[in-house]
């Protein structure tokens, strides 16, 4: 077949240069949105290949065989790549303006970047030289640094960069010293062994100053100030010598009838600290709208029933009514009836709790504290029992200071439980788990191990409850399970927790903040809280309190009392 004449043939459409160019800039395109949608990418790794793709979008608008909508599309990536490059150099400049970035930091020439990481690398060999017995090069090498950090210290006060000249010969000093501690093999992976090894040492120095630290604080803690000894003595003192005291407590018979009157507002502390009491109790009465109608029952032991008597009876509390009584005064207290002192007829709980041979002294001091073995302790288990007139009670230990009036707990509705307390559950070390041993199957049977923890300290008992549903048995049944001490180890906050469970109602956290002899606590939650427990081992009237809380203690003591100042009381 013939081919027709050059000037009748149909023009050739060059559909591959149209259409390699329309991929190109649509390529283009996808990797612009790309790059931009994608933060992480390195400034410096991104930036040639967006201005590469702008200077394409740019000639793919000016090309007069690009479809319109493409030619669109071009100039709108154009926009947002113009706007993200502008709004990169805001964020930079922010970001160098935040970190107080330097010019002289950025620049590659910096002799002041060059001295510091020439000092963080010596004071790295200066470690493993000491460690290698070293020490001529390790007083080389830190004489060194100080003539660097002297440099870099004297160019900021003068605000004015270092030159190279004022620093030519600490660099080379200094790398002389870092070529010489690579001839030492002080090479990285040596460096890095023997750091960690260094490590190592520092951690177990640690653990074992924090292990004598607690030991030393425990002891402290248990320890009575010389101070609150002489005040105890001089107040049995005045107890026996004074007669007058004992007259007047005879005297005022109306006492009798308010210590049985439910329509008061009763409340019990068992302690032997006779300030720590004294306390509770001024602070309470201070703060009560109706003093008056306020009932402190306090229990203490034989040794300082005398006192705790003689210094109630010398000082008036706005009108509250205290009486006070021993333990040993309780005849159904005996071994026969509560089994905490059975056990400790036991020759290997004696064993236990004070030598501490028995585990090679595997037990945490905190548990051997002989405190916790106290009837004083254990007798807030046994308070329908103390007080069997009563059905409402509120039960205040001796660390707490009291800074709001408190009647409205005794109109709470604990819908039928025995026990008003606040919770501590907020955090999972303040749950069941952290003070039960659930490796026991009568523990795991029976509790569930994220169940709340509650506070003792500041509690409402309804004692009408507490006697319909025998709580003291249910103490009496897990204290005879944990006559091996498999169940807990010590304490009454663990077998409360047995006792209590599900018979205790959840109150308002503002009625009790804890934590002001151990730890910080929010300064708001302190300022809103009506009870304020000294938890923990830095009790306040100790010289290992806490002193930003002290204060809040102190104002409820009149250190101006002749026996306080005889005692050197402060």
Same mark, same amino acid.
């Given at each position: 077949?013939?081919?027709?004449?050059?000037?009748?043939?149909?023009?050739?459409?060059?559909?591959?240069?149209?259409?390699?160019?329309?991929?190109?800039?649509?390529?283009?395109?996808?990797?612009?949105?790309v790059?931009?949608?994608?933060?992480?990418?390195?400034?410096?790794?991104?930036?040639?290949?967006?201005?590469?793709?702008?200077?394409?979008?740019?000639?793919?608008?000016?090309?007069?065989?690009?479809?319109?909508?493409?030619?669109?599309?071009?100039?709108?990536?154009?926009?947002?790549?113009?706007?993200?490059?502008?709004?990169?150099?805001?964020?930079?400049?922010?970001?160098?303006?935040?970190?107080?970035?330097?010019?002289?930091?950025?620049?590659?020439d910096?002799?002041?970047?060059?001295?510091?990481?020439?000092?963080?690398?010596?004071?790295?060999?200066?470690?493993?030289?000491?460690?290698s017995?070293?020490?001529?090069?390790?007083?080389?090498?830190s004489?060194?640094?100080?003539?660097?950090?002297i440099?870099?210290?004297n160019?900021a006060?003068?605000?004015?960069?270092?030159?190279?000249?004022?620093?030519?010969?600490?660099?080379?000093?200094?790398?002389?010293?870092?070529?010489?501690?690579?001839?030492?093999h002080?090479?990285?992976?040596?460096?890095?062994?023997?750091?960690?090894?260094?490590?190592?040492?520092?951690?177990?120095?640690?653990?074992?100053?924090?292990e004598?630290?607690?030991?030393?604080?425990?002891? =402290?803690?248990?320890?009575?100030?010389?101070?609150?000894?002489?005040?105890?003595?001089?107040?049995?003192?005045?107890?026996?010598?004074?007669?007058?005291?004992?007259?007047?407590?005879?005297?005022?018979?109306?006492?009798a009838?308010?210590?049985?009157?439910?329509?008061?507002?009763?409340?019990?502390?068992?302690?032997?600290?006779?300030?720590?009491?004294?306390?509770?109790?001024?602070?309470?009465?201070?703060?009560?709208?109706?003093?008056?109608?306020?009932?402190?029952?306090?229990?203490?032991?034989?040794?300082?029933?005398? =006192?705790?008597?003689?210094w109630?009876?010398?000082?008036?509390?706005n009108?509250?009514?205290?009486?006070?009584?021993?333990?040993?005064?309780?005849?159904?207290?005996?071994?026969?009836?509560?089994?905490?002192?059975?056990?400790?007829?036991?020759?290997?709980?004696?064993?236990?709790?004070?030598?501490?041979n028995?585990?090679?002294?595997?037990?945490?001091?905190?548990?051997?504290?002989?405190?916790?073995?106290?009837?004083?302790?254990?007798?807030?288990?046994?308070?329908?029992?103390?007080?069997?007139?009563?059905?409402?009670?509120?039960?205040?230990?001796?660390?707490?200071?009291?800074?709001?009036?408190?009647?409205?707990?005794?109109?709470?509705?604990?819908?039928?439980?025995?026990?008003?307390?606040?919770?501590?559950?907020?955090?999972?070390?303040?749950?069941y788990?952290?003070?039960l041993?659930?490796?026991?199957?009568?523990?795991?049977?029976?509790?569930?191990?994220?169940?709340?923890?509650?506070?003792?300290?500041?509690?409402?008992?309804?004692?009408?409850?507490?006697?319909?549903?025998?709580?003291?048995?249910?103490?009496?049944y897990?204290?005879?399970?944990?006559?091996?001490?498999?169940?807990?180890?010590?304490?009454?906050?663990?077998?409360?927790?047995?006792?209590?469970?599900?018979?205790?109602?959840?109150?308002?956290?503002?009625?009790?903040?804890?934590?002001?002899?151990?730890t910080?606590?929010?300064?708001?939650?302190?300022?809103?809280?009506?009870?304020?427990?000294?938890?923990?081992?830095?009790?306040?009237?100790?010289?290992?309190?806490?002193?930003?809380?002290?204060?809040?203690?102190?104002?409820?003591?009149d250190?101006?009392?002749?026996?306080?100042?005889?005692?050197?009381?402060?």
């Amino acid at each position: 077949m013939r081919r027709r004449p050059s000037d009748f043939r149909r023009p050739v459409r060059r559909r591959f240069s149209n259409v390699f160019w329309l991929t190109l800039c649509g390529l283009a395109v996808l990797l612009l949105i790309v790059l931009l949608s994608r933060e992480s990418l390195p400034e410096s790794g991104s930036a040639l290949i967006k201005l590469f793709l702008a200077s394409h979008l740019q000639e793919c608008i000016s090309w007069d065989f690009i479809p319109t909508l493409v030619k669109r599309l071009c100039y709108y990536d154009l926009l947002a790549f113009q706007k993200d490059f502008i709004q990169r150099s805001y964020r930079h400049d922010r970001i160098r303006e935040g970190l107080n970035v330097t010019e002289e930091m950025l620049s590659p020439d910096s002799v002041a970047r060059q001295l510091i990481e020439q000092i963080s690398l010596a004071k790295a060999f200066v470690v493993i030289s000491k460690e290698s017995n070293n020490l001529q090069f390790a007083w080389e090498l830190s004489a060194q640094i100080r003539n660097s950090q002297i440099l870099l210290s004297n160019a900021a006060l003068r605000r004015a960069p270092l030159t190279t000249t004022e620093a030519e010969t600490a660099i080379r000093d200094m790398a002389l010293l870092l070529f010489q501690a690579q001839h030492l093999h002080y090479d990285s992976s040596t460096m890095i062994m023997r750091l960690k090894a260094r490590i190592q040492g520092l951690e177990e120095q640690m653990n074992s100053v924090s292990e004598k630290s607690s030991k030393y604080g425990q002891i =402290a803690a248990e320890e009575i100030p010389k101070s609150l000894y002489c005040l105890g003595i001089s107040l049995t003192t005045e107890w026996f010598r004074n007669s007058n005291i004992q007259q007047e407590l005879k005297e005022k018979k109306q006492i009798a009838a308010k210590l049985s009157d439910n329509n008061l507002y009763h409340f019990c502390v068992f302690s032997d600290n006779i300030l720590a009491t004294s306390v509770v109790v001024n602070s309470t009465s201070l703060n009560s709208k109706y003093p008056d109608t306020v009932v402190f029952h306090l229990v203490t032991d034989e040794v300082n029933y005398a =006192a705790m008597k003689a210094w109630f009876s010398l000082n008036s509390f706005n009108g509250v009514t205290v009486d006070v009584r021993k333990f040993e005064d309780f005849t159904w207290l005996n071994a026969s009836y509560v089994p905490v002192l059975k056990q400790l007829q036991d020759s290997d709980t004696q064993n236990y709790y004070f030598s501490g041979n028995n585990d090679n002294g595997k037990t945490p001091i905190k548990f051997r504290n002989p405190k916790y073995l106290s009837m004083l302790n254990h007798l807030r288990f046994y308070i329908p029992e103390v007080f069997p007139a009563l059905k409402k009670l509120v039960f205040l230990d001796d660390d707490v200071v009291v800074q709001k009036d408190l009647s409205a707990l005794f109109s709470k509705d604990l819908n039928g439980n025995v026990n008003g307390a606040v919770e501590t559950c907020m955090e999972t070390f303040h749950r069941y788990h952290k003070y039960l041993n659930y490796s026991h199957p009568l523990i795991r049977a029976h509790f569930d191990p994220d169940a709340c923890g509650w506070a003792f300290g500041m509690n409402v008992f309804d004692l009408v409850e507490w006697r319909k549903r025998n709580v003291t048995g249910i103490y009496h049944y897990w204290q005879e399970k944990n006559v091996d001490r498999t169940l807990w180890k010590l304490g009454t906050l663990p077998p409360g927790l047995l006792t209590f469970y599900g018979l205790t109602e959840p109150l308002d956290p503002m009625w009790h903040v804890l934590g002001l002899g151990y730890t910080n606590v929010d300064q708001q939650l302190i300022e809103k809280g009506a009870v304020l427990h000294y938890n923990g081992n830095s009790k306040p009237w100790l010289k290992i309190g806490m002193e930003k809380y002290k204060p809040l203690w102190d104002k409820y003591i009149d250190y101006g009392h002749p026996l306080l100042q005889q005692c050197n009381v402060h």
